[in-house]
């Protein structure tokens, strides 16, 4: 599905990656939420995952999702991202705005949270998925917004969907595309944490590049000529 110099940047394994987003730390003692990249947001990468999610690439879902599973299931047995305690954890995708699930036809991160359960349950971490949070409409997109301007243009937008959240306390990883600021994560956990749920982790298939990075893999956004 994708030829090998699109699927080189991908990392065999998910790296941890929240220290390059200042959103995630919320002040409160706690470390930030942490959080496990598959790949950098650049080059290949980017052009990959902004054809699927902004250029009607759909195919491209079960390659992410194959990815994701493996990834989840890497997490799994390393004892990352999954907590402890008794329960099947909830994997539960970032919900999309509503613009951006009428111009795209489907929530494209559901495919994925499927996937990552499969992988956590395969590793003998049974997880099942759930869709509890919806987003409320925004004058907003969040795509060139600051830290600040992402943090204030998400407050009080998310919620629980009535009846969805289990009652009991679950161990939860999120799921999103791509980590920038880290200010939805953070609205996300802030939300589930009020409802008394414990946000573990976050499984991203990117995570943009630090303003300081200097590692030899960076590579241009340019199109091969």
């Known amino acids: 599905m994708l030829c090998a110099d699109c699927a080189r940047g991908w990392r065999p394994w998910p790296e941890r990656c929240e220290q390059d987003a200042g959103r995630l730390d919320l002040m409160d003692g706690r470390p930030p939420l942490p959080v496990w990249a598959q790949a950098i947001y650049q080059g290949a990468v980017r052009r990959t995952v902004l054809a699927w999610k902004d250029q009607g690439r759909a195919e491209l879902s079960a390659w992410f999702a194959a990815r994701t599973r493996a990834a989840a299931g890497a ?22 705005s509503a613009a951006g699930r009428r111009r795209r036809g489907e929530d494209l991160l559901l495919p994925l949270a499927r996937a990552a359960a499969e992988g956590l349950t395969a590793a003998h971490h049974p997880a099942v ?11 907003r997109h969040q795509v060139g917004l600051g830290r600040r301007g992402r943090g204030a243009n998400l407050a009080g937008r998310l919620r629980i969907r009535t ?23 953070a609205a996300c956990r802030a939300v589930l944490d009020a409802a008394g749920h414990t946000v573990c982790g976050a499984l991203v298939l990117a995570a943009t590049p630090a303003r300081t990075h200097r590692c030899a893999r960076v590579e241009s956004d340019a199109a091969p000529g």
Request: hydrophobic share 40%; net charge positive.
């Open 163 to 185: 009846g969805t959240l289990p009652a009991a306390p679950h161990r939860i990883l999120l799921i999103d595309d791509v980590l920038t600021t880290g200010a939805t994560l």
């Open 129 to 139: 998925t759930h869709m509890v949070l919806r987003a409320r409409a925004s004058r």
């Open 75 to 96: 997490l799994a047995h390393a004892g990352s991202g999954t907590g402890e305690g008794s329960g099947p954890t909830l994997v539960i995708p970032v919900p999309p």
